[in-house]
């Protein structure tokens, strides 16, 4: 929920560089005229993979681009979850889930798009949409530690808790070096008043990726639940900002 938030990571083809953002508004064919400046390779007759295509490029004209293969040359499952993820980083939860549907409507093993979908419906609240597609991914790759983390952090929200210290004590044995679980699991000891514990969990996220906005939240983390430890009356009108 990273893609990965406290909840919201998620799952994307790999950390874009970004270009300098402006208005992309393409109609007939400006379109055609966009793309040639833009991947000349491709005009020229020379492959490139659709990576390649979209790197670089923001959300808005990744989708304008997408959009315009589709209607070219049809969708397939790529240029599905691609689209999918465009509208995902855009906060267009059910655009995001409708293409990530068609996605693996296409490819029913495409596992970042069932842990996408998992992460989309567990924002909007929709628990048993997030339960599903969590599970969905995690049977295609067991092991995997964002899709084992989330669920585990759903069910403890939920009030489940064995099923929630299964899953994250699944992902932390398949992945300790990942902060995700590390994360989740400081959240637990802080529910359980045990705040050294907590400290000490949201310190290894810090070590595991200290530039990452995890690192960021344990930081924020960590001084809150000092300032509880030193006032415990804080504790209960506190708690509900780890989460």
């Not at 589709?70 to 906060?91: M, P, R, V």
């Not at 300790?176 to 637990?188: D, G, R, V």
């Amino acid at each position: 929920m990273n893609i990965v938030g406290l909840k919201g990571t998620w799952l994307g083809d790999k950390k874009r560089h970004r270009l300098n953002s402006f208005s992309f508004r393409f109609y007939g064919t400006t379109v055609l005229f966009f793309f040639y400046f833009l991947f000349p390779s491709i005009c020229l007759g020379q492959e490139m993979t659709l990576a390649q295509q979209l790197d670089g490029l923001e959300p808005k004209p990744r989708i304008a681009y997408l959009k315009y293969l589709i209607n070219e040359k049809g969708g397939n499952s790529d240029i599905y979850f691609n689209l999918g993820l465009a509208f995902q980083e855009e906060a267009e939860g059910d655009s995001a889930i409708y293409y990530y549907e068609m996605a693996v409507s296409e490819d029913s093993t495409m596992f970042k798009a069932f842990a996408n979908l998992g992460v989309i419906n567990d924002n909007m609240g929709n628990y048993p949409g997030a339960i599903r597609n969590y599970r969905k991914a995690l049977e295609i790759q067991p092991d995997a530690v964002l899709p084992n983390s989330h669920i585990a952090h759903l069910y403890y929200r939920m009030g489940n808790y064995s099923s929630a210290i299964k899953y994250l004590m699944k992902a932390l044995r398949n992945n300790p070096k990942h902060p995700q679980p590390h994360f989740y699991l400081a959240i637990f000891f802080w529910d359980s008043m045990m705040y050294q514990e907590a400290i000490n969990e949201w310190k290894i996220v810090i070590k595991l990726a200290p530039g990452d906005y995890l690192a960021r939240k344990a930081r924020e983390n960590i001084a809150m639940v000092k300032r509880v430890m030193l006032n415990p009356s804080l504790s209960l009108s506190k708690a509900r900002q780890l989460r």
